[in-house]
């Protein structure tokens, strides 16, 4: 019997194993262009400080940007006056860095290895799929929701609403977005 469990096994040259801990995470992080100089509008939904909490979701750090009011009208995002707060946060199961307006603390784990829609609320940008960035400012790539982008069937099927799956082809590339790390923090 030891034979034939032994067959069922075979060296993967492409996989590898490791235990990975970060000493330290950025404590603030936000979106802009190539450098921090280059700062989102104040009007996209993604602008503004994301903080990093004290809890972690699973091993990696876990950031909240504040709820904001704004008069003028958001170019990119979420519809006219106001955004809930955010949290960004890499979701272990799909390999995703998510930006989304439930907490991954609130929510929990997805119960089951493929995508559960509002899970964690609505989804507002992505980047991955890689487990090689331990924190966000390291993840490449990233998809938003841009009210721009959508077709007249997709805005009306969602209201204007960014989709509450983080799967979801409504999220559209933005490979001029960076993330940038502002000071660190021990972990």
Wanted: aromatic share 10%; proline share 8%.
């Amino acid at each position: 019997k030891a034979a034939a469990a032994a067959a069922h096994f075979r060296d993967w040259t492409d996989l590898s194993v490791s235990t990975g801990f970060q000493e330290s995470a950025p404590r603030t992080l936000n979106f802009g262009g190539e450098s921090v100089a280059k700062g989102l509008d104040t009007g996209h939904t993604l602008a503004g400080d994301f903080g990093l909490l004290r809890e972690r979701y699973g091993r990696r750090p876990v950031y909240r940007r504040a709820p904001r009011t704004c008069g003028a009208a958001w170019k990119v995002g979420l519809g006219t006056g106001s955004s809930p707060a955010l949290y960004l946060f890499f979701e272990p199961r799909s390999g995703l860095w998510l930006v989304t307006t439930t907490s991954p603390l609130l929510a929990g784990l997805v119960p089951a290895a493929e995508d559960v829609p509002d899970h964690f609320g609505e989804v507002v940008a992505r980047s991955g799929p890689s487990w090689e960035p331990f924190t966000p400012d390291e993840a490449k790539a990233w998809e938003v929701f841009d009210l721009r982008e959508l077709k007249s069937k997709d805005l009306v099927e969602r209201g204007g609403q960014p989709p509450d799956s983080y799967l979801s082809s409504l999220l559209a590339p933005a490979p001029w977005m960076r993330l940038h790390a502002l000071g660190f923090e021990d972990l």
